[in-house]
């Protein structure tokens, strides 16, 4: 079992940067990526950021490329997500995810486990 928990959402101004934090425990060890997705009312979720645990190679959604970067402390088990020129649209509630295996890494369905969320609002 992979424990998810993030923190770091809030409400900020367009062209403010926030940074999200992922904290993982349990068989932390056994999982081969971690996500970022995020999820506005009314859409569906959509894939952000992944990177590897080991190597670091990171994958970014176009949508987020040049703004968003994805990082990893292994010695803490934990992923960031630096949000930086943060625009009204960004504004959804964003979740941390957790996989075993390569592959897909903008499909959600791959994934195996999830934390609950932080919420993430840019007003305009």
């Known amino acids: 079992q992979v424990q998810l928990v993030e923190s770091g959402g809030g409400l900020v101004q367009a062209g403010d940067s926030l940074r999200l934090s992922c904290a993982a425990s349990?068989?932390?060890?056994?999982?081969?990526?971690m996500g970022w997705f995020r999820q506005a009312p009314g859409k569906e979720r959509e894939f952000v950021a992944a990177?590897?645990?080991?190597?670091?190679?990171?994958y970014y959604a176009d949508s987020v490329k040049g703004r968003f970067t994805i990082s990893r402390d292994n010695a803490k088990s934990t992923v960031y997500l630096q949000m930086n020129s943060l625009k009204p649209e960004d504004t959804a509630v964003y979740y941390c995810?957790?996989?075993?295996?390569?592959?897909?890494?903008?499909?959600?369905?791959?994934?195996?486990?999830w934390g609950q969320g932080t919420q993430v609002t840019v007003s305009s």
């Open positions: 995810a957790a996989r075993y295996y390569s592959g897909t890494y903008y499909n959600p369905n791959e994934y195996n486990y």
């Open positions: 349990g068989r932390t060890f056994s999982a081969h990526a």
């Open positions: 990177i590897r645990w080991s190597g670091g190679s990171t």
